[in-house]
């Protein structure tokens, strides 16, 4: 039977494409599930802020009756401006092995794509750097996180036989946590700290958090601008990221560093604790 493309087009077939990445997945060891509901909102255009600046479509792949795959076609335009580029994007993107079924999704987006006008298709991006982003091509053997891309390792093997070439490398580390602060780095970090007026905030809660968050956001707009693809992000953007991860953190593992004359964040470090079991077990219901 042959694949059938359709576009997504009501909040039913919304939440197949969504599903479909975790029924793709059951049962992979090393597969971590989002959340369906924030991935929902994630893809409502009337819900989040980033469709200020970016076109969006969606498509479903069916094969004999069945969900096949999912892909998204995206146009951030503040970028395209930001890189003076017209490039379109690709993401939210899960299909089975099957030749039919690939060609049939990236066809739709790659003609969805020069129909507005784009030279250039790339991905596995988000609507912005806060999305998840990347394709895994090696480590399969390894658990995913909350925060990046799993997917099999049929994913690359696909895109390179589509022509797809890789542009960037983006790498994970698995940092092992050491029993204490080697003296010589506490050293250097009293000097800087000496040097530049610096100091380290650490927080309680979220009310104590809360007056730096906006200055955090903009500490992340000035230096992921030299990022892949980067387009900074918007006031609505920034309140709806604000709104969305503050009560999800651990305020002992939030760490500042402020420039003391006048208060301004110069780094931050944010810190979660490993999640990826739970929400193997949630399996995208966050009260199962």
């Known amino acids: 039977m042959s694949v059938v493309i359709k576009e997504v087009t009501s909040k039913k077939e919304l939440k197949k494409f969504v599903k479909f990445n975790i029924e793709l997945y059951k049962g992979n060891p090393y597969h971590v599930p989002g959340l369906i509901e924030e991935e929902m909102v994630t893809l409502d255009k009337k819900k989040n802020p980033a469709f200020e600046v970016c076109d969006a479509i969606y498509f479903l792949a069916y094969k004999d009756g069945k969900v096949a795959g999912r892909i998204a076609g995206m146009i951030n335009r503040r970028s395209n401006e930001t890189w003076n580029q017209k490039h379109a994007r690709f993401g939210f993107v899960d299909f089975i092995d099957d030749v039919e079924v690939v060609d049939a999704l ?96 650490k927080f309680k809660n979220a009310k104590s958090i809360m007056p730096y968050a906006q200055k955090v956001f903009q500490t992340l707009n000035e230096s992921y601008a030299p990022l892949y693809g980067f387009a900074r992000l918007t006031q609505k953007q920034i309140d709806y990221y604000i709104n969305m991860y503050i009560p999800m953190l651990r305020y002992d593992l939030v760490t500042l560093i402020v420039r003391e004359e006048d208060d301004v964040v110069v780094g931050f470090g944010i810190s979660l604790p490993n999640l990826s079991h739970a929400l193997q077990k949630a399996k995208g219901h966050l009260f199962p």
């Open 106 to 201: 990236f066809g739709a987006v790659e003609k969805w794509a020069k129909e507005q006008g784009m030279d250039a298709l790339h991905g596995p991006m988000g609507f912005t750097d806060m999305d998840h982003e990347g394709m895994l091509i090696e480590g399969f053997d390894q658990i995913g996180t909350m925060a990046t891309i799993y997917n099999y390792p049929y994913y690359p093997k696909q895109m390179e036989r589509m022509g797809y070439e890789k542009d960037q490398d983006w790498h994970e580390f698995k940092i092992y946590i050491p029993d204490g602060v080697p003296e010589k780095h506490l050293r250097i970090g009293e000097i800087v700290k000496k040097k530049y007026g610096l100091k380290v905030m």
